[in-house]
Each structure stands twice: as C-alpha cells, then as structure tokens.
C-alpha cells in the first residue's frame, strides 16, 4: 500500500473512531459530524493519492467523488455525502451556517453518518490494496 495513502487511511478511522466515541453526546452532534465528514474526505483522498490523481485542495465530498474511481454509491449516499458537507462549516462555526434543515444532526443522522463512513472507509481499505 501506498504510504501516503495508508497515512490518509490511518487518519480517516481516527475520525472514524472519534465519532464513534462520542455518539451518545447530544451537545456534541455537531462535533461528531464533523469527524464523520472528516473520515469520509479523508478515505476519499487515500483513493485518490493511490490512483495517482491530483489531490484538489476540497472539503466537498461529492467534489473528490469526480476524482475517484472503483467506490460505488447509492442516490441515497450521495444525498448524505451533500449533507456531511454542510455540516462540515456548522461544525466548525457559530450560528446555523450550513446546519440541516431541522437544525443539528438527531443521534439517527449521526448513526446513519457513521455507517455511511464505515461503509466508504472499508471500500477504500479495499481499493487501495489492489
């Protein structure tokens, strides 16, 4: 495996694993989001350092998505790859800058994030190693 890409891996399960230490913290959803974007960009990137592509110095997951090739997603997914992207800046900022239309992320959002990242960490691990 690639070393730069195995780096990008090793700090998208940290995210990964962030979030999943802190699901269950209601005042933290934001946070949580953010390390589940972070994981997603982070995998995605691997993808991309290994398939000697151009790293674009993006955080809008569907935007590396154009750079990737092999991982495969649902309409559904990529819905929710636009919604970790919005969450990415409210996260990070005060007021409802790019928050959900309901507002923050319920723990069944942050459950369904996690999933997805799982799901687009573990297809990565898979493509990288090819």
Not at 22 to 29: A, N, Y
Not at 72 to 91: C, G, K, Q, R, V
Not at 116 to 124: D, G, P, V
Request: glycine fraction near 4%.
């Amino acid at each position: 495996m690639d070393d730069e890409a195995h780096a990008w891996l090793e700090r998208a399960n940290a995210d990964l694993l962030a979030a999943k230490r802190l699901l269950g913290e209601s005042l933290l959803s934001g946070i949580i989001a953010f390390h589940t974007q972070q994981a997603v960009e982070k995998a995605l990137k691997a993808v991309i350092v290994v398939q000697q592509r151009k790293l674009v110095r993006t955080h809008d997951l569907k935007r590396l998505l154009v750079d990737v090739k092999g991982l495969s997603f649902e309409p559904d997914e990529e819905a929710t790859l636009d919604e970790l992207t919005s969450l990415y800046t409210a996260s990070r900022y005060p007021g409802d800058i790019g928050l959900l239309p309901k507002g923050q992320p319920t723990e069944n959002d942050l459950e369904r994030f996690i999933a997805l990242t799982e799901k687009i960490i573990n297809q990565a691990a898979v493509t990288i190693r090819k």
